[in-house]
């Protein structure tokens, strides 16, 4: 990874965890409770050293011994490998430490000395009693040879290997050669050297051993010349010597920005912990980290922006952030690091939406990046910054990328054009004025290929001719013109209720009755010749009027899954999806073709927009021979497709509810009357429109509770800012004083799920009678858990050695294993452990604390079990229907719940269950309203891990008043459908 570059700055976080808080224990699921301590203890050891070793053969005792007795320098090397990567298997080689002393101590070869040092950092230096090994002391006058080495590269490993030992009696004798090489003339060693030194210092004994190591290592800084040895020696002084570290960088505020990067990184992270210790001085610091915004490295630029976010919330600080990662996201060209900047701007997004509102267009040209994910989290974020003020500049840079999509040769292009699509229609429903500007563009894009685009655009122009009125003669006269180039069923059907629900004038419905049959082609649709084969007349006739045939095909994809339907029952979808004509570019008869392929359900919607048409020209012509004419037109093309749906020339025959669609569009037009005229011209209309109004209540419903803040209490202080002293005061320290008592003002400051909330998630783990008693306060972040565990000796004696040994069933990790503390009669101890989640998966916590007394080596006391909760990491969300039934049949992992309740009322045991799995109810209201004995629901929630949750609830209501149905979980991995079966399962009995 390149120095100083935004990648090591990640990659850096994951070695530091991965190496120096790795325990060997804790990677396979932390202590086993109830070993002895010597084992649990062995298994615990610290490991500073990770090796891929590919378990083969294992290498033989006497084979490594032989090749370390040789003198071939090859054989040596390898010997001293396999001897490494066996003892880090876990594995023993007798005598081997001796055999090395003898015949690896003494060589010259540099590689020999580099894997000694990594073989002495393996090994155990101390007895079960802590002692060192009297065979360790034959180790001591080698490293002292190679500290005074005349190579620097000797010196240089040596150095690094005294910074992993922690053995003060190993290490006593070996600091003066140490002092001696933080002056060495290569800077390998002197920057080994201060890391040496630092290690040194942290020691139990290391005030004893080196008293005066910050002062010196505070002269070697003020004369250091090499980048990384500065940064080690700053970095000691930040970790030892904190106020030290301040002085200094107090004293070079105007050569900061000069500093390289690595130097920087450690100079953001002393102000971060200056300030959390200190918040009243972090005036004076931000004004550091903003005049490092501007430096070389990616790497800083990004830690600066953070640091600022955290320290600071003034404008100016927030819109200097927020441009810093607008930078990063232009300037990075990976998308990992495009990823993570987006993050922090939805971040800042939440909480400083005023500020971000300016940056839209920055963000938007994150869109250049070919990456779906990160052109979808792009516009997640852009959506919600909309304002009057940019909406017209946002609808052009939207409208710009449509277009760009044309582009057949880019991939996923489609899926883009839909995402797009899908923002602009947001943005039309929001502001509706932009909406003439925007749909006879998109309706260039009906006949896509892409199905999932042309949806997106005929729902958007179904739901715009509705809410824009001024925009419905435009609209229709563009759909009638480019309602040739559709190819697909599913556009065409919703097209076609378009054109029957908005064709109003005369010239409108004629214009629509002759598109709907010149897309039909001539009639009959088909004709058997004398060896009984079906002849399309329409095609044979195309064949002799052109020069030569194109040809149409048509492309059908069906799918033998139970379908699942909008009131969440389950039909067999005999019919096929979704078909897509493919042919020549000109075609007008794609009506025609679909209807051949088999696809039935369009005829029937054919059948519906004829027949709302022409009920709508009986209204609107006086003579009555053109509405028999247009009434007759209507039923040969009714007939015609029943007629085809019943021969046998298809392969699947009509189904029956296609059947009874168009044989009601029969009898309606052949006795109209004024009740059937109603339901067909207003009612259907009618229910849309209450459609759109719900969802539009819905969304300024959603609108309005995100937009809810916390307001402080009546009596709480009250700090004046006109009243302060702005002596010294810079404008920017000034702003954020002001945004502090604006917080405080408006309750920000305060903090949610105190009292009652806190008291629930305190577990006792112990019995009141127990000589240790011990509570833990479950805290659950996103991807980690802190258990906060309060342990009180209740007995009269000292408990030595007391440690609390943890274990995790389920996806759970324990990250570092708790050190052992001594604890004094009633005296209490607060023990923190940090426990990973990698799934949404219920997992169990359990242990037992071990403690030592003069009377009694070891004292077991076995700990309450602590269940994680599936509700702790799923969260409600929305999605569309359309996705809901595509990750319904997409989904594997299915888990079904029987309804077993005492509640005898339908939406009250809805809003139960929804209440007990934390999920969103995606029905509508108006949906669930009446008393009809039946109820259905779909329910979505997203876990922490991007993980989707599917419920479908399906019950009815029997005459004893009881409620009997089930409860169906969906979901991509078996943990969450399982864990959320259980939770539902115990909790739907009823409050």
Known sequence: VEEGSLLSLFFGHFCFWRLFLCRE??????????LPRSIAAEMERPCTLLI?????????????????????VNRKVDALKKAIMVLLNGESVPHIFITIVRYVLPSEDHTIQKLLLLFLEIIDRTDSHGKILPEMILICNNLRNNLQHPNEYIRGVTLRFLSRLNEAELIEPLIPSVLLNLDHRHAFVRRNAVLAVMSIYKLQQGEQLLPDAPELIEKILATEQDLSARRNAFLMLFNCAQQVAVRHLLSHLENVSDWGGLLQMVVLELIRKVCRTNPGEKGKYIKIVISLLHSSSTAVMYECAGTLVSLSSAPTAIRAAANTYCQLLLSQSDNNVKLIVLDRLQELKASYREVMVDMIMDVLRA?????????RKTLDIALELITPRNIDE????LKKEVVKTQNKEVEKNGEYRQMLVQAIHSCALRFPEIASSVVHLLMDFLGDTNVASAMEVVFFVREIIETNPKLRESIIARLLDTFYQIRSS??????????????????????GISTIKQSLGDLPFYTVAEDGEMIDLAAM????????????SAVTAS?????????GTYATQSAASETVVVGAAGMSTNLRAILLTGDFFLGAVIACALTKLVLRLQELLPSNLAFNRAVADALLIMVSMLRLGQSSALAHPIDDDSYLRISLCIKTLSCPNDVMRKVWLHSCRESFVKMITDKQHRETEETKAKAQTTHAQPDDLIDFYHLKSRKGMSQLELEDEVQDDLKRATGEFTKDGDGMKKLNRVLQLTGFSDPVYAEAYVTVHQYDIVLDVTVVNKTNETLQNLCLELATMGDLKLVERPQNYTLAPEARKEIHANIKVSSTETGVIFGNIIYETTSVVDHNVVLNDIHVDIMDYISPAVCPDIAFRNMWAEFEWENKVAVNTNIQDENEFLNHVVASTNMKCLTPLCALEGDCGFLAANLYAKSAFGEDALVNLSIEKQQDGKLVGFIRIRSKTQGIALSLGDKITVKQKGP
């Open 367 to 375: 869109l250049s990046s070919p990456n779906l994910d990160i052109r």
């Open 490 to 511: 599913r556009v065409c059907s919703c097209a076609l209720w378009i054109i029957g629900e908005y064709c109003l004038s005369l010239g409108e419905v004629e214009s």
């Open 52 to 72: 891929h070793f590919d378990k083969g053969t294992p290498a033989l005792a006497n084979e490594i011994k032989e090749g370390l007795e040789g003198s071939d």
């Open 25 to 34: 224990g804790s990677l396979s699921g932390g202590g086993r409770p109830g």
């Open 559 to 567: 799918s033998r899954r139970p379908a699942v339907l909008a009131d």
């Open 394 to 397: 946002v609808v052009m840079a």
């Open 541 to 552: 006739k195309g064949q002799l009027q052109a020069t030569r045939s194109l040809p149409i």
